[in-house]
């Protein structure tokens, strides 16, 4: 049996995240030109390693389209320098995109095919609306094999809420206000910054520069979230406050074999430990992360209780505390979601899944105590996905 091969998170960045719309910073931003722009950035800060040495270039977009289509991890190389000689495809698991763009090209590595690869994923959801351009087998519904609210993300939100008496709108607005304070704090402290790559604008006022998340919303309250609409169902629990947003935006990152790290000189971020996916009914989606990190801890070896920090996507903050209740975590634990979340940062659905690998990546240098941490978020259609990861910088438990 050969031994195991090492998987290591070299770098990863993003572009700040746009609202959606054509009153968003990247309206007139082409999305191909996006996730250009972060793995340029990502090349650039590791200029060490030779270009032509890149076995894979996957790259997520869940609607492959217009801006988003002509097998985007190919084009985008292209468009971003790489040489003819590097290949590349696209990816589309719904959310979860990035995140399976990252854990393909870990696959290959684990299986000897690659030694370097750049994963990440992109999503502008103005050009390419949730859904658009999309027809779903009538026999979904002809032969109820989902309930037709299931393609409705909202609605598989407030379904949480029925099915979960405990997850009440007050604990998720509570959430909600906990990630716009963290997220915050996070750029105030110059935490987010070192890892988004500025990207120029064009609006009809000119030529901008965007270096900071759209949707921040650091003047929210308990009582404006309060009074905020019920888009999904009338006296619903869901509203634009406890929800991501509708994003714009993109990730790179470089995955490597830690053979190929230490011949570039390269100081990983992470390492990783292990991955699943799981599948859930698809009207309550928003448990899926619950089975998939139950397996990426079982496949580990590892218990919830080893895990010193999460990165949990905020898709909707009723998401996130159904797997806080189900593995006994206080709301307000200080292990999650340190630096806030999609509800403050946004949710450019193909891209999040590396945002979560960027910020646990620079969380794990500043928590050197912390040896384990979980990326994980649920997914369209009733998916889970989970990574375990270590931390390079562990010096052992205070």
Sequence with gaps: MAKETEIVFVDGVRTPFGRAGEKGMFWNTRADDLVVKAMIGVLERNPQIPKDRFDEVAIAATTQTG???????????????????????????????????????????????????????????????????????????????????????????????DRFPQLTKERSDAFAL????????????????????????????????????????????????????????????????????????????????????????????????????????????????????????????????DIGLFELNEAFAVQVLSLLDHFGIDDEDPRVNQWGGAIAMGHPLASSGVRLMIQLAAQFEQHPEVQFGLTAMCVGLGQGGSVIWENPNYKGAK
């Design 178 to 305: 906990r990630s716009q304070q963290r997220a915050n704090a996070a750029y105030e402290a110059n935490n987010i910054q070192p890892d988004l790559i500025s990207v120029a604008t064009k609006s009809e006022a000119g030529w901008g520069l965007a270096t900071r998340d759209e949707g921040l919303r650091p003047e929210t309250t308990l009582e404006g979230l309060a009074a905020l609409k019920t888009p999904f169902r009338s006296h619903g629990r869901i509203t634009a406050g406890n929800a991501s947003g509708l994003n714009d935006g993109a990730t790179a990152s470089i995955i490597a074999s830690g053979d190929a790290a230490r011949e570039y000189g390269l100081k990983p971020k992470m390492r990783m430990v292990s991955f699943a996916y799981a599948g859930v009914e698809p009207e309550i989606m928003g448990i899926g992360p619950i089975p998939s990190t139950e397996k990426a801890l079982r496949k580990a070896g590892l218990t919830i209780n």
């Design 67 to 161: 801006d988003q289509g002509l097998t985007i991890g190919r084009s985008a190389a292209m468009l971003a320098g790489l040489p003819k000689s590097v290949p590349g495809y696209a990816i589309d698991r719904m959310c979860a995109g990035a995140m399976t763009a990252v854990t393909n090209v870990a696959g290959g590595i684990a299986f000897g095919a690659y030694d370097l690869a750049i994963a990440g994923g992109v999503e502008h959801m103005g050009h390419h609306p949730m859904g658009s351009g999309v027809d779903p087998n009538p026999r979904f519904l002809s032969e109820k094999l989902v309930d037709p609210e299931a393609l409705n993300m909202g609605n598989t939100a407030e379904k949480l809420h």
